[in-house]
């Protein structure tokens, strides 16, 4: 089974939608990240959690609010989705600023 | 404010011959600094990461890197490129003080042609 799991893969919703992305880790982590990747633009930092009690705005947080529901699970939302938001996001799981981060296969949202 | 350039946005090279891929990022104390790499509709894992120790660092797939301080850089080198290298590879950097989080370099994207 995948360290780090990501729901939906895929998803397309219209202009005014809420969603919900889903990331959860089996890696015993106490650092969650979301990352949105644009062509060209590399990955951008969304928000980012260090314990269950502690939640972070990143580089681009507008438009997004994050859950941490346990150590394992660390949820993003789209309160109403734009097509600007139409994106990969990737979910991480690290332990520390010198460690790996461990990435999940990314969602890919449409925005209609 | 802490930044990380990767000089490439695409690099292009034949099958069998070196692959460099360029990595700068701005001055700071202690940095760690990663390499990823992501194959197509792929998620990113890690290739290397120097935090500190020897300067030149080994990673999978016959890929390493060399940190030089005095250049601060951090470029990655393949001795002999595969058509399985084909994909795009992140330049990442941590500085050790605090929480800050990690920075990502914009990408390059490596093609291998036969």
């Known amino acids: 089974d995948a360290d780090v799991t990501q729901t939906p893969r895929n998803r397309i919703t219209k202009t005014g939608k809420r969603i919900m992305l889903e990331c959860s880790q089996t890696?015993?982590?106490?650092?969650m990240y979301w990352y949105r990747q644009d062509p060209g633009l590399g990955l951008r930092l969304i928000y980012y959690?260090?314990?269950?009690?502690?939640?972070n705005k990143g580089e681009i947080s507008d438009g997004y609010s994050v859950s941490r529901q346990a150590q394992a699970k660390f949820s993003l939302s789209l309160e109403s989705a734009i097509p600007n938001q139409t994106a990969l996001y990737f979910c991480a799981t690290g332990q520390g600023n010198q460690e790996t981060q461990y990435f999940g296969p990314g969602t890919r949202l449409l925005v209609l | 404010a802490q930044s990380v350039t990767q000089l490439d946005s695409h690099v292009s090279v034949s099958e069998g011959t070196p692959v460099l891929l360029r990595c700068n990022y701005s001055s700071s104390y202690s940095p760690s600094l990663f390499w990823y790499v992501q194959h197509p509709n792929k998620g990113l894992q890690l290739l290397l990461k120097?935090?500190?120790?020897?300067?030149l660092v080994k990673g999978i797939n016959g890929f390493e890197a060399e940190f030089k301080k005095s250049e601060t850089s951090f470029h990655l080198t393949k001795p002999s490129a595969h058509m399985s290298d084909a994909a795009e590879y992140f330049c990442?950097?941590?500085?050790?003080?605090?929480?800050?989080?990690?920075?990502f370099g914009k990408g390059t994207r490596l093609s291998v042609i036969a």
């Open positions: 990442v950097v941590s500085w050790n003080s605090g929480n800050t989080p990690l920075v």
């Open positions: 890696k015993g982590h106490d650092r």
């Open positions: 959690s260090f314990d269950v009690k502690d939640i």
């Open positions: 120097y935090t500190s120790a020897a300067t």
